[in-house]
Antibody, heavy 121, light 110 residues
Framework: EVQLVQSGAEVKKPGESLKISCKGSGYVFTNYWIGWVRQMPGKGLDWMGIIFPGDSESRYGPSFQGQVTMSVDRSNAYLQWSSLKASDTATYYC????????????????WGRGTLVTVSS | QSVLTQSPSESGTPGQRVTISCSGGSSNIGRNSVSWYQQVPGTAPKVVMYGKNQRPSGVPDRFSGSKSGSSASLAISGLQSEDEADYYCAAWDDSLKAHVFGAGTKVTVL
């Protein structure tokens, strides 16, 4: 089955570090960009960035540059914080970025179920 | 403040047609394709439209998309109760070098 499986919910204190994961299976993981999307409680979707597992090339959204670090290995993508803040409380989704054949139209065709991160003292 | 502007809510009775609009600019919708995502509360988003009116396998043909200039729309005809969800438009922005999402439109089936 083609799927993205994300790591479980986390509860952390402000200032702590965290690394969450997204494991791809059922397809050639290194052939597709992986994106990360934040959804704060009761709010909309915020694009955080994308990373290409084939060569680790990455692009960060303007609001997230320097705030988080994306990384990958052969079958997993990771999102990492060095010092969490209460405002990082959100659900984080990974999603596969796909290009429509013969075009430059990009979209996210496969999504993980999300990882809820709660940061509270 | 989202780069793409969507109306906060739309509603209709079963069987009606509902249209969700998404307004952007020359650096995003004006140059690039739009994709649309459906999110039922408590679940992950799911793509329902991409490119030039392309529906992924499994998405009913009641869903259709269009684009004109820097605006796009998603129409749901023959509205059904299972269509009640939040809908987000998205596009690549050449100036920001980032994907951008609209703030979402809540569709309610009355």
């Amino acid at each position: 089955e083609v799927q993205l499986v994300q790591s479980g919910a986390e509860v952390k204190k402000p200032g702590e570090s965290l690394k969450i994961s997204c494991k791809g299976s059922g397809y050639v993981f290194t052939n597709y960009w992986i994106g990360w999307v934040r959804q704060m409680p009761g709010k909309g979707l915020d694009w955080m960035g994308i990373i290409f597992p084939g060569d680790s090339e990455s692009r960060y959204g303007p609001s997230f540059q320097g705030q988080v670090t994306m990384s990958v290995d052969r079958s997993n993508a990771y999102l990492q914080w060095s010092s969490l803040k209460a405002s990082d409380t959100a659900t984080y989704y990974c999603a596969r970025r796909r290009r429509e054949t013969g075009t430059t139209n990009w979209y996210f065709d496969l999504w993980g179920r999300g990882t809820l991160v709660t940061v509270s003292s | 403040q989202s780069v793409l502007t969507q109306s906060p809510s739309e509603s209709g009775t079963p069987g009606q047609r509902v249209t969700i609009s998404c307004s952007g600019g020359s650096s995003n919708i004006g140059r690039n394709s739009v994709s649309w995502y459906q999110q039922v509360p408590g679940t992950a988003p799911k793509v329902v439209m991409y490119g030039k009116n392309q529906r992924p396998s499994g998405v009913p043909d009641r869903f259709s998309g269009s684009k004109s200039g820097s605006s796009a729309s998603l129409a749901i005809s023959g509205l059904q109760s299972e269509d009640e969800a939040d809908y987000y438009c998205a596009a690549w922005d050449d100036s920001l070098k980032a994907h951008v999402f609209g703030a979402g439109t809540k569709v309610t089936v009355l």
